[in-house]
């Protein structure tokens, strides 16, 4: 099946931009095609701080919306501050704008699959079908207990209204956008292709994505709204301060819990033990569908809440396995520059710098 989310044109420009609206701020990551791989040209974030007073001010919500004016400014003021050299986009959709059901057919020829797809597809979407842009992929093979070969496959359907969306966006910021893809993927394409049984656990301010990674590829997926933000407002509220410096408090001094901090740790674990939770849930269901997956070797964790202090090792000990923090520009070339700054950048950018790998491979 063609991808129906691309429209990129094989004309392998020098750069692409991949950039990543998130629910409170924009990432953009410039890559080209290096001397060895993958290289990042230039980047640049910006964060609408507006959302930590009032919820209505994140850049898009779980209700399948994404502020067209907002997000069109932020771009157009992060793409001039970054001087982009390129205008051409591969940009990402977030988990909850995108339907995800993990079908299963035995096996089949290609042909007879993608007419069964569609059959399929109007039982488990909740729109008509022409409202809808439609994928798949095969993730998995399996035999039976009778003996009889089967396969899942990952059925991924997006309403048109929100492709016209983002084209819409793009075309009012002077961008053209190429290619829209689900953050998950990009996210499988930057921490997969080893055979470790990994676990993404990508910790946004408003929404947690969780994707597990088998054989270095994509398995499956998962969605949480227990985020960072969840952290920040619980301090906010215990401590009755400002949202903002509530935010700047759990930067500063994350959950590591000793001497003065301790009073911080005990606010904020609760609800990082939520997002710990979503996960445990979520390995349960991957585990139940996929009965010969193996057990999680490692758990990845990016997005800005991995930049929280402690959070490797309360994730390490609470799920017994070990847990690294995203190290994406391990996989690009990069200016020397900004060296100092790629610990704190790394689970930031991890998804636009997936979405521009995607091009310059």
Known sequence: MNNPFSFLQKNFNASYLGIDIGTTSIKVVEVKRGAKGPSVVNYGLLESSGYLA????ALQ?????????SAVELLKALIKETGATTTDVVASLPPFEVFVTLLDFPAMKPSEIQQAIIYQARQYVPLPLEQVALDWMKVADYTDDKGFAHQKILLVSVPQEEIKKYQRIF???????RALEL??????RLFGG?????IIVDIGSRSTNIVFLEKGIMAWGAQSDFAAASLTQALATSLGINPLRAEELKKERGILGTGPNYELASIMIPFLDAIVNEVKKAQFSYQQQFLAASKAERIILSGGGANLLGIENYFEKEMGVPVVKAAPFAKFEYPQDIVP???ELSPLLSVAMGLGMKEAM
């Not at 075309?171 to 956008?177: S, V």
């Not at 953050?183 to 499988?188: G, I, P, Q």
Request: no cysteine; aromatic share 6%.
């Open 54 to 57: 009032r919820a209505n001010q």
């Open 61 to 69: 919500t779980s209700g399948l919306k994404i502020f067209e004016a």
């Open 171 to 177: 075309q009012k910021a002077g961008l053209t956008l």
């Open 183 to 188: 953050e998950s993927l990009s996210l499988a």
């Open 194 to 198: 080893d055979p470790i049984s990994s």
């Open 341 to 343: 700054f790629v610990p």
